[in-house]
């Protein structure tokens, strides 16, 4: 066998090769990895072996995206509380739910993994409530009726006046107007 360094030996073990699995994320060297598999194969069952390269694929894996959270607010200060923060650019879309406070964290894929750098227009979905003075008509016993609770054109991605440079991980907090 070819010897690469004093205590690393080339085999077919270690010359596997491992794929890129993430977008943005870095992979430990091949040089590392090469060691890692080197040793591990020589100290350890396969099952263990498995799941030694398991955590280093995932533990390599960066997403690349930019942690986004932030505070929807009307003028007065008071948090818009009911809604969903949208964050759309012509190739993504990433959303958070607003909470008690007006906050949100924005999640792509999965709850607060953030979003992919870019220029993003933002605009608030499902920010309503039920009518309270809404008496459904006799021929609709079951029908409801929603108040907005934003004005109309922050809801949209076509007439939303927000949106966000998003470059790296940050805090952006928005105000909206009520209807």
Request: charged share 20%.
């Amino acid at each position: 066998m070819p010897e690469t360094s004093n205590w690393v030996k080339q085999d077919k073990m270690s010359e596997i090769t491992l794929p890129r699995l993430c977008g943005e994320g870095e992979l430990p060297s091949r040089f590392v990895i090469k060691f890692i598999m080197s040793f591990a194969k020589k100290h350890f069952s396969a099952p263990v072996l498995f799941g030694a390269v398991s955590l280093l694929l995932l533990a390599g894996c960066g997403s690349g995206n930019a942690k986004i959270s932030g505070r929807i607010t009307f003028p007065d200060g008071k948090p818009l509380t009911k809604g969903v923060v949208i964050f759309q650019s012509a190739t993504n879309v990433a959303k958070g739910m607003l909470d008690a406070d007006g906050r949100y964290v924005i999640g792509s894929q999965y709850a607060a993994d953030g979003l992919p750098p870019g220029t993003y227009k933002v605009f608030i979905a499902l920010a309503s409530e039920l009518d309270p003075t809404f008496v459904p008509p006799s021929n609709d016993p079951d029908a409801l009726r929603y108040i907005s609770l934003v004005a109309e054109r922050f809801c949209s991605e076509q007439t939303t006046p927000l949106s966000g440079e998003v470059t790296r991980s940050a805090t952006m907090d928005f105000t909206v107007e009520a209807p």
